[in-house]
């Protein structure tokens, strides 16, 4: 048997709904501005629509003809989601279906890291040699799950979905190099989606009080993840990290002292779409050259658990 030693991120694919909700469509909803959202959030409009398992599915669809890895090479999809249509069947059976592709399947929830949880999980099977290659999906429909009499929350939230091809390599001089995760389970009051009387009554969230945990948390994520890979942060190309809020993304660039600028951001169009955000960004740096294949590149997940999840790699 060949044992892999790494795992190798090949390609990266999306999908957005079609339409459009905008900062002045919130203006005609609700007392607010698109002036306050704006400086508040960095948020101009976000995409809203469609299934969990179609966004899903596009993404994955997307991340596979870019891979030039074989349908039938494909031993697992990993759907990281809070969001699904359905508890059951789980959406990553879903687009295991309709991709054709006769693998394994199972979905991952933690929340918005889930997708950066999920690249972690598929990277420890791919080098245990338990698989050879697998998609990887970050998706949700959060607007599904938002109260939008909430002012404070609604308007953050947008649909997405993106998608990874993983792919097990001993190489050695492409792939994940590190990561960190952790969890604080003891703010359920800060950031929650709670069922009651068997209902998704919507997020509810202390913005104020997870703006900074979140900041700190993030940071000392990335920081760690940084440190076991042996690197320092003037060698990264590009920190692809959960689109929450941009000055949530300032804060944290600021607290490493990196460049504003290395933190890509799409939050801006995409607003905040959880679990689908790190792979929305990478793919954005993908398609405008600022993150080229032998680039390292830093994957950082951070939201409701508390939860986080920070990936070195070298993308490609
Ligand atoms: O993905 C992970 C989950 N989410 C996050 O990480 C979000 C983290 N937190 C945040 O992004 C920010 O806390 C928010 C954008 C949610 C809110 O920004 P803030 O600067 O913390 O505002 P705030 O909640 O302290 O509210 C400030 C004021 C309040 O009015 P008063 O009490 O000062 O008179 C709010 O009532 O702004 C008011 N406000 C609004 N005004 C206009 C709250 N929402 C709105 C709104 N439009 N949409």
Redesign the pocket.
Known sequence: MTVSIGSRLVSVGTALPDDVLSNAD?ERM????DE??LS??GIKERRVGGTTTGLATDAARAALERSGVAPDAIDLVVVATQTPDDLCPSTAAGVQHALGLTCGAFDLNA??AGFSYAVVTVHAMLRSGAIGAAIVVGVDRMTAATNYED??????FGDGAGAVVMVADDDGDRGVVAWDMGTDGAHPDI?SSPIKDGRITGVE?D??A??KL?VRYAADSARAAVAKAGVGFDDLSAVLA?Q??Q??LDAVADRLDVPREKFVSVIASTG?T?AASVPLALEAAVLDGRVAPGDLVLLAG???GLSWACTVAVWG
Do not use: E, Q, V
């Not at 609700?30 to 501005?33: F, P, Q, R």
């Open positions: 919130f609700m007392d607010t501005s306050w959202i508040r959030t929340a918005c002012r404070g929350t609604a308007i953050l950031l969230m913005g104020k997870l703006f979140m959960h929450a809020n000055r949530i905040n959880s951070f939201g409701g």
